[in-house]
């Protein structure tokens, strides 16, 4: 892997030529040794020393991976030191395999995204993300801040008490963690009679889930988390396939891209490549890898791209917020919209204890949407209430069903669920029928 020091700092033409160099490079190796793409290019008559810029080569979808996962190798099965995973948790799961010098450009890539935070030598991570099962991210935490300089306590997702146990007698100064989970701990603080806020944590980097809103501050999620524990918290967004993240700086406006490990693009339905703040599918190429590299990855997540340069003083691509997955979107009445946003719309409402969104197929190409909420309260200012919070925040009203928290809960976890389903969807079956 080939260190560019001052990258992200550099002219928008240095990068381009940069990340030109990489992808000529990317092309010739896996045109010479990856089955999948010497037959994609085969197919598409791509010569490979003819490319001049991401634009002209095929997109690879999540589909393609999933058929074809070990053909994607390039590189000698004997020079596989890992392999990771993504979660499954739309469709199978993918195998990724690294080699030596991958989980180097993994370990550098985290350390840069750390970087941003304003991590240190002599910071004291705790991390509560799993360290195990594949996950990619738990070990590039890891590895990432060890690299810096930092030091790290590998805590994991222990139960409440011994979270607080070890943050009172390691004194960590920043937490590793996905949102929700420091929601859960800071309702545990509440009972142990502990505020979060005196902890002395003086920054949490936050995976997996948004904490912000398309125009970049906090959304209904990171209000809790940030009532709870203070300003200390930075979004990043990691993805396994494409072995990176994209990590907030202190300006707190979009996640910076590391422009010489991945070339980031939005595009839209079609696959055109769109502008500047509008809304569509992140597609990644990966540079520097050995092991699988990818070109132009369809990850399925939709967000909006940001060219200018950052206060901050670097020129890397950021990216907005993940406002949803592709496969999740709905149209009720013509407006599009995702899950996600009909739960920040009404997540933070007084007296909604939990909640289930299900989808069902509509008629005239729109969907059914029934939210279902418990609560104790099922009155009709606290009915109007949410109504009006979901017109204003997410444009629609759909059908509104108040239960009891338990009944919610046997929704939330039907079939012996491990994870709740907060997102019902059960449009295609609807078809089908
Ligand atoms: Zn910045």
Known sequence: MRVFDSIDFSSPADIRSVQDKLLAELIGRVGSTS????????????????????GEL??????????????????????????VSTTGTTGEPQFIAMTEGDIERLAYNEQR??????????DLFHIAVTGDNLFIAGAAYYRGLIRLGAAVARVGPQNTIRQFDLIEKLRPSAIVAVPSFML?????????????????????VLIGESIRDTSLRSNALGE??????????????????????????????????????VIAEVVDEAGVPLNDGETGELVLTTLQIEGMPLIR????????????????????????PIIGRKKQRLKI??????????????????DVVNYQIEAVAGENQSDRVIL????????????DGIIENLRAKARVTPELEIESPEAINKRLYDGGARKAIVFKDVRKAGKKD
């Not at 000698?76 to 890992?82: F, Q, T, V, W």
């Not at 995204?113 to 002599?122: I, L, M, R, V, W």
């Not at 988390?225 to 707190?252: H, L, M, N, R």
């Not at 997540?301 to 060219?307: E, Q």
């Open 35 to 54: 089955l999948y793409y010497k037959d994609v290019f085969r197919k598409n008559n791509i010569a490979t020393n003819k490319i001049k810029g991401v």
């Open 58 to 83: 095929p997109f690879t979808t999540r589909e393609d991976l999933q058929r074809h996962n070990w053909d994607f190798l390039a590189t000698k099965r004997i020079s596989i030191r890992e392999i």
């Open 113 to 122: 995204s750390f970087t941003y935070t304003g991590a240190k030598e002599g």
């Open 184 to 204: 859960h701990m800071a309702r545990a603080a509440r009972e142990l009679k502990i505020n979060p806020k005196e902890l002395n944590i003086k920054k949490a």
């Open 224 to 261: 809790l988390v940030e009532e709870a524990f203070g300003d200390i918290c930075y979004s990043t967004y990691g993805i396994t396939e494409g072995q990176v993240s994209f990590c907030e700086c202190g300006q707190k406006e979009g996640l910076h891209s590391h422009p010489d490990l």
């Open 297 to 320: 990855y369809k990850t399925g997540d939709i967000t909006f791209k940001i060219t200018e340069g950052c206060k901050c003083g670097r020129n890397s691509l950021r990216i907005g």
């Open 333 to 350: 009445k013509g407006v599009t919209l995702y899950p996600k946003t009909i739960e920040n719309a009404i997540c933070k409402l007084k």
């Open 372 to 383: 279902r909420v418990g609560s104790l309260r099922t009155d009709k200012a606290f009915r």
